[in-house]
């Protein structure tokens, strides 16, 4: 497979009262093509920050510095405002993390649906209608022509995630960046949700790029998984590497944390990771997850540490090896 998705050296950085806060730090990963790729790990750690810096989509204090951010061959960060408005929508499509309030509760499910397709395509408003309509159905909504008068009020939070990734698919993209699309919906919408969109993945032959903090997720439908930790990307690894055997301590110390049925009894005590996130306004020294850390070394510490690899496609951002392994060695690059 080739890489759709390239991003090198991202950094974004926010002006507050106290600082300068680092809310992405040099994270490098690729989406390749037809692949779901998870990036995972607890709130306030950078992953909806980092889908937006990618679409260019910050909010207006915020800074952005790149090493490198491709999309096929189109060096978005070299694009200007207008230029990524063309790629937004069209060749890479966003679904956001709340519908409500992420619809215009003042238009139309089916104006809302139709904009981008009229924006981007060459086609009649009769044509970007049966898209529509098309979608809607093929994302589970019934009577999908009577639906294109509703508001999204009118619609439950099942139906307007729905309503969202069918405005995600109405230009055909390459690439889908899904912040955390079931975080407000039930457990059984968020299976039916989750189904869907690996189903249109392959049916559409889509790269999926999926943020989440639930593992859960990660497990059913990711082809590789990236674990961010304080703004920072500490492991990446295929989703059965990972799960069987994650070399990051953050990392088994989130998987400790997972129930696992069959095994964990009802009064056995789940794993925790003590200690509190630490703060990224300013200056940034040594490994962020050192004072949690149950293996920390006074190295880790002293001196930032880099991405090492630690087998075929898997990489950490750890001093150590798993345990009874040798040090890393230093990974040439993140391929």
């Not at 300068?20 to 779901?36: K, P």
């Not at 607890?42 to 260019?56: H, R």
């Not at 309509?133 to 093929?138: N, R």
């Not at 496609?313 to 230093?330: D, E, W």
Request: hydrophobic residues 45%.
């Amino acid at each position: 497979m080739s890489a759709i998705l390239e991003v090198r050296g991202l950094e974004v950085t926010i002006p507050v009262a106290a600082g300068e806060l680092n809310a992405v730090r040099g994270i490098d990963f690729t989406v390749e093509r037809g692949e779901t790729l998870c990036i995972v790990g607890e709130s306030g750690c950078g992953k909806s920050m980092t889908s937006l810096a990618v679409m260019d989509l910050l909010p207006p204090r915020a800074r952005r510095k790149v090493g490198r951010l491709r999309f096929r061959d189109i060096d978005l960060a070299a694009l200007g405002e207008r230029q990524m408005s063309d790629i937004r929508g069209n060749e890479i499509a966003m679904i956001f993390q709340e519908p409500m309030t992420s619809l215009n509760p003042t238009f139309t499910i089916g104006n809302q649906l139709c904009e981008a397709m009229l924006r981007h395509k060459r086609v009649s408003a009769g044509e970007a209608r049966d898209r529509a309509v098309f979608l809607l159905e093929k994302v589970g909504i019934t009577s999908a022509a009577e639906r294109l008068r509703q508001y999204p009020h009118q619609l439950s939070g099942g139906l307007r995630q729905r309503v969202m990734i069918a405005m995600a698919l109405m230009c055909g993209p390459s690439l889908i960046i899904a912040d955390e699309p079931t975080t407000a919906l039930d457990v059984t919408i968020q299976v039916q949700i989750l189904q869907l969109l690996v189903s249109l993945q392959r049916e559409f032959d889509m790269a999926l790029m999926l943020i989440t903090h639930d593992l859960g997720i990660v497990a059913r439908v990711a082809s590789r998984v990236a674990v961010m930790y304080a703004g920072q990307i500490v492991e990446t690894a295929p989703t059965a590497e990972l799960f069987a055997d994650p070399r990051h301590p953050y990392t088994r110390g989130l998987l400790d944390c997972i129930p696992i049925p069959g095994r964990t009894t009802g009064d056995a005590p789940l794993g925790s990771i003590t200690g509190m996130v630490p703060t990224l306004i300013g200056p940034q020294r040594g490994c962020s997850f050192a004072n949690r850390c149950p293996q920390a070394r006074p190295a880790c510490r002293e001196a930032d540490v880099p991405l090492f690899e630690t087998g075929k496609g898997r990489f950490s951002r750890c001093l150590l090896a798993a345990p009874g392994s040798s040090a890393f060695q230093p990974a040439e690059a993140m391929s």
